[in-house]
């Protein structure tokens, strides 16, 4: 499957990959609109893992911390996200 960039994506082209990935990991967090989450999730976790991979040699363990304990955090809101969407087709 090949990778999808962000050209849905509207930041600046002069953001940094650490800019793009926070920002897309905040979007994904606040989305309020439980049938947007998903993509949001799919969309943080790109970017995250592009700047992981960029981060192993190139940035400070501050980050390396700051790109885990998100990635875990989108973990946790996809498992929220698909328990309320069980929750909303049994009550349905």
Do not use: C
């Amino acid at each position: 499957m090949p990778r999808r960039m962000f050209s849905t994506v509207p930041f600046p082209s002069g953001a940094s990959s650490r800019s793009i990935w926070e920002k897309l990991y905040e979007r994904a967090i606040l989305e309020l609109d439980y049938a947007k989450v998903p993509e949001r999730i799919a969309e943080a976790r790109q970017a995250m893992h592009d700047r992981a991979e960029e981060v192993l040699t190139e940035s400070s363990s501050n980050e390396r911390g700051a790109l885990s304990k998100a990635l875990r955090n989108l973990g946790l809101l996809e498992e929220v996200t698909a328990r309320e969407k069980s929750m909303e087709f049994r009550q349905a």
